[in-house]
């Protein structure tokens, strides 16, 4: 039963121009989620979040958008830059006693060609 | 400020051997979770520790995995009479303040540690 949804395994874009990584969820009771990078042979990097009571959130050049209705939000990168590629996951925070618990997504391969 | 160390990177263990991962937090952190990424998966909740508790083991299977986080070394996640289905990614967070924001309870994770068992 997966509740965090990236249903893109790759995604490869050109230089300068814009990266869009999708998530779904299925659970309601998320209150807040974050996107982690990946590299090869390193752990995740927390990248920028957003919570549940939002609908936006700005970092440079990374801006999370969430349509809770939708149970979907979006990684938006731009301009992607070489150093942008890696593997990038999609994470959902549960409410209340289990604030702690990370749900990941399987992850989406992003390559930026120069 | 260092970040998490794991170790071993790697490790290589047959059926039926014990495994034993190891997780030193960053500085000053002392909220400990260990995530599970089995090949084509994405990261797996294990458990969640602080100093000398163990505070959630949801995500751990009842038996052969136990995890442990003394009052002082590192935090130690073992698996006994180890089987193929082990063969996975360990990754070891960190946290200042308990949670899995983006403040004081961002989780810092560690390189990972990767078990292969023959």
């Known amino acids: 039963d997966q509740q965090v949804k990236q249903n893109s395994p790759s995604l490869s874009v050109q230089e300068g121009r814009i990266s869009i990584l999708n998530c779904d969820y299925t659970n309601s009771m998320f209150d807040y989620f974050l996107w982690y990078k990946k590299y090869p042979a390193e752990g995740p990097t927390f990248l920028i979040s957003?919570?549940?009571?939002?609908d936006k959130n700005e970092d440079g050049r990374f801006t999370v958008f969430l349509n809770k209705s939708a149970k979907h939000l979006s990684l938006h990168i731009v301009p992607s830059q070489p150093g942008d590629s890696a593997v990038y996951f999609c994470?959902?925070?549960?409410?209340?006693?289990?604030?702690?618990?990370?749900?990941f997504g399987k992850g989406t391969l992003l390559t930026v060609n120069p | 400020n260092a970040g998490v160390m794991q170790n071993p990177r790697h490790l290589v263990r047959r059926r039926g051997q014990e495994a034993r991962l190891r997780c030193s937090p960053m500085k000053g952190h002392s909220h400990v979770y260990w995530y599970r990424q089995l090949p084509e998966e994405g990261l797996k909740f294990m458990v969640y520790l602080q100093k000398e508790n163990i505070i959630d083991e949801s995500g751990m299977p009842k038996e052969r995995f136990s995890a442990e986080f003394p009052k002082e070394g590192p935090s130690i996640l073992r698996i006994q009479q180890v089987v193929r289905g082990d063969s996975a990614a360990y990754f070891c967070?960190?946290?200042?303040?308990?949670?899995?924001?983006?403040?004081?309870?961002?989780?810092?994770f560690g390189p990972g540690t990767r078990l292969t068992v023959l």
């Open positions: 994470a959902a925070r549960g409410s209340g006693g289990s604030n702690y618990k990370l749900t």
């Open positions: 957003i919570s549940s009571i939002k």
């Open positions: 967070a960190s946290s200042p303040n308990a949670g899995a924001g983006a403040g004081t309870d961002t989780q810092y």
